[in-house]
């Protein structure tokens, strides 16, 4: 943020936004504090925070260590957005709800460049599904448990 004129400069594409410091001025350098938060079956659930001016649904997935080969679902990586009340529209030119999820699925050509062009906004919350295979694994387990145990009387 340059303290004379009171700009913050965000992205650096553009040279003539660029302002001559003299003496004097204040220069203030801040950590970009937008984030987004990942969640279920991905490599890691935890706080990230944004790489560069623009993160895509894939950056995100990256970022998250992708979608686990084991428990995870990539035909349903879901968007969790809140946005303001004020943007929200009945007109059909913005979010008709202030709550929003949007579903990704990875698992076709179109899915993929459709996650390359959905920017994460900041605060989102990236969900990495778990495969309904994992559950099914899961009940035959409790199942060959619950036998092992009856046979051990």
């Not at 080969?69 to 929200?88: C, E, F, H, Q």
């Amino acid at each position: 943020m340059c303290a004379r004129s009171g700009h913050t400069y965000l992205r650096y594409a553009n040279p003539s936004m660029d302002t001559t410091l003299r003496g004097g001025d204040k220069v203030i350098v801040r950590e970009d504090s937008r984030s987004f938060l990942a969640l279920g079956a991905a490599g890691s659930e935890k706080t990230h925070f944004f790489e560069k001016d623009r993160i895509s649904a894939l950056d995100a997935m990256a970022m998250m260590g992708g979608v686990s080969d084991t428990r995870g679902n990539p035909s349903g990586i879901l968007v969790l957005r809140r946005y303001a009340s004020k943007a929200v529209r009945n007109d059909g030119k913005g979010p008709s709800n202030t709550r929003a999820v949007f579903v990704l699925d990875l698992t076709s050509a179109d899915g993929l460049f459709s996650a390359g062009e959905f920017e994460i906004n900041p605060n989102d919350v990236v969900l990495a599904t778990e495969s309904p295979v994992n559950s099914v694994q899961t009940v035959f387990r409790l199942i060959g448990s619950a036998f092992a145990i009856s046979a051990n009387f």
